[in-house]
Nanobody, 118 residues
Framework: QVKVAESGGGSVQAGGSLKVSCKMS????????KGWYRQAPGQSKSLVAY??????TYGDDWKGRSTISQDESQTTLFLQIDSLKSDDTAVYSC?????????????WGQGTQVTVSS
């Protein structure tokens, strides 16, 4: 059974930093890309950062002030966000995108709320 669970969200003041984590289990890490997405109120889910096979892609406005990383086991994913602004307030969700036999399987966590106050 695949499990994806985020943690580390919370409230932070504008200009500050935050690091959120995502613990994954039940996946074959070498067959999965992993990423962070965010969804602000009234908006669709959008890419923050995604990494697979050593290649990392950042969404617009995120390169340079966010960093995606993994632990050595590749089962815990991190997202460090710096220079937070009020527009960053959103639910941040973790994705494990796994490939098996030519089929893509997406596993999402429930998300963690990040609230930035000015």
């Amino acid at each position: 059974q695949v499990k994806v669970a985020e943690s580390g969200g919370g409230s932070v003041q504008a200009g500050g930093s935050l690091k959120v984590s995502c613990k994954m289990s039940g996946i074959m890490v070498n067959k999965c890309g992993k990423g962070w997405y965010r969804q602000a109120p009234g908006q669709s889910k959008s890419l923050v950062a995604y990494t697979r096979n050593g290649v990392t892609t950042y969404g617009d406005d995120w390169k340079g002030r966010s960093t995606i990383s993994q632990d050595e086991s590749q089962t815990t994913l991190f997202l460090q966000i710096d220079s937070l602004k009020s527009d960053d307030t959103a639910v941040y969700s973790c994705l494990a995108r796994c490939f098996e036999g030519g089929v893509q399987y997406d596993y999402w966590g429930q998300g963690t709320q990040v609230t930035v106050s000015s």
